[in-house]
């Protein structure tokens, strides 16, 4: 069986495991690990302590620094709601195209770093190619955070590559985020006596207002010609829900409040100016009736990737892959975690980022390919 074969096969085994990140991982990480040892390869498991849930990393080769990480997460978005066409869990090939939530992001390239270890692993590496796999990076990147601690132990690598979908370009950058759950709480009255209560969802207008305020400022001061589209800091709502008739003020408003953070700007900054406008919003609400207040929920932050001047990370990928051009995205990844703690990172793996997510979710097979092309070269780089 060809290498590419063996890719292959651990891509439809791995779309197999369900591990949307509401759910349980434990089963996928323990069949890698076992996949891993019938190769020769001890991986190390990072338990979550919060959760049944897991990352992964492992190394071949010579205990010395200057090796490469792959990066991959193994954790997908839900199914529920969407029209598929075939079978999510299980990849299809039709067109030239497989079909399979994950397929694109990002159990392609996590099939393609299993078995670029499984052939390392049969070389005589100079350096060491390191691999790690981690969780709930779909709901903010958090689950990576304790698999990096953990890889501290490792020799310190020369690069990360994290292998999410850029159709095998090498991108450089990309933004930070941060997220938050609103919870106001008013105090209910007759709403011709409205001015005696507060009204949670007017309350929740003046932060929707902020919002626009804070687009609008950071659009009219931003560099037209900046590589980020759009290239400034956004600040969004998705949702919000509240209220309970036409003619009660509202108790409650419910909201999320997310953030795409351009590097280098720091979203920590940005959680303090936007705490400090929920804070003016609520002392308001108080003057009123000192029953009334905010809560608020942060729901994940994570850094944003700032291109390095020089970057072992990005000079690897671009030597591999041929690419030159400059490359930057709005999303985010978990390079910008790799890279806050130390290490050179950047983002190069095969597909479409416009295809993740997506019902009838697909990696086109060139893509997977190309992929593996990259695997092998960088398997002989290590080998120099």
């Known amino acids: 069986?060809?290498?590419?074969?063996?890719?292959?096969?651990?891509?439809?085994?791995?779309?197999?495991?369900?591990?949307?990140?509401?759910?349980?991982?434990?089963?996928?990480?323990?069949?890698?690990?076992?996949?891993?040892?019938?190769?020769?390869?001890?991986?190390?498991?990072?338990?979550?302590?919060?959760?049944?849930?897991?990352?992964?990393?492992?190394?071949?080769?010579?205990?010395?620094?200057?090796?490469?990480?792959?990066?991959?997460?193994?954790?997908?978005?839900?199914?529920?709601?969407?029209?598929?066409?075939?079978?999510?869990?299980?990849?299809?090939?039709?067109?030239?195209?497989?079909?399979?939530?994950?397929?694109?992001?990002?159990?392609?390239?996590?099939?393609?770093?299993?078995?670029?270890?499984?052939?390392?692993?049969?070389?005589?590496?100079?350096?060491?190619?390191?691999?790690?796999?981690?969780h709930d990076e779909e709901i903010g990147c958090i689950g990576c955070i304790p698999l990096i601690e953990a890889m501290t132990a490792l020799p310190r690598a020369a690069g990360v590559?994290?292998?999410?979908?850029?159709?095998?370009?090498?991108?450089?950058?990309?933004?930070?985020?941060?997220?938050?759950?609103?919870?106001?709480?008013?105090?209910?009255?007759?709403?011709?006596?409205?001015?005696?209560?507060?009204?949670?969802?007017?309350?929740?207008?003046?932060?929707?207002?902020?919002?626009?305020?804070?687009?609008q400022k950071g659009e009219a001061s931003s560099d037209p010609q900046g590589p980020f589209v759009p290239p400034w800091t956004t600040v969004h709502c998705g949702q919000i829900n509240g209220g309970t008739a036409h003619n009660i003020t509202a108790a409650l408003c419910e909201l999320d409040v997310s953030f795409r953070v351009m590097p280098p700007e720091n979203p920590e900054d940005w959680r303090a100016v936007f705490m400090a406008k929920v804070a003016e919003i609520e002392a308001q609400m108080k003057a009123v009736d000192d029953e009334a207040f905010i809560e608020v929920s942060e729901l994940f932050a994570f850094t944003g990737l700032a291109p390095e001047r020089d970057g072992g990370a990005e000079l690897l990928a671009r030597h591999i892959t041929g690419e030159n051009a400059p490359e930057v995205v709005s999303y985010g990844t978990e390079a910008g975690q790799f890279q806050q703690r130390g290490w050179s990172a950047a983002v190069c793996g095969p597909g479409n980022i416009e295809q993740a997510h997506k019902p009838d979710e697909w990696l086109a097979l060139s893509e997977f390919e190309a992929g593996w092309t990259f695997m092998e070269t960088l398997v002989s780089r290590l080998c120099d």
């Open 1 to 134: 069986m060809s290498d590419l074969a063996t890719a292959r096969q651990l891509l439809e085994r791995l779309v197999a495991f369900p591990s949307v990140s509401r759910s349980s991982n434990l089963d996928l990480i323990e069949w890698v690990a076992a996949w891993l040892a019938e190769q020769g390869i001890e991986a190390t498991i990072v338990p979550d302590p919060n959760a049944p849930k897991a990352s992964l990393y492992a190394m071949v080769g010579p205990a010395v620094e200057g090796g490469t990480v792959l990066s991959g997460h193994t954790d997908v978005v839900p199914v529920d709601g969407q029209e598929w066409s075939t079978d999510p869990w299980v990849v299809s090939e039709r067109d030239g195209r497989l079909y399979g939530r994950g397929c694109c992001d990002m159990k392609g390239f996590d099939a393609l770093a299993l078995a670029a270890m499984a052939l390392a692993a049969k070389r005589d590496l100079k350096r060491p190619l390191q691999i790690a796999l981690s």
């Open 161 to 215: 590559i994290v292998g999410e979908p850029t159709q095998m370009k090498v991108v450089s950058g990309h933004k930070g985020g941060l997220a938050f759950k609103v919870a106001i709480h008013g105090v209910e009255v007759h709403s011709s006596l409205m001015h005696t209560g507060v009204s949670a969802i007017l309350e929740a207008a003046k932060i929707l207002s902020w919002i626009n305020e804070m687009n």
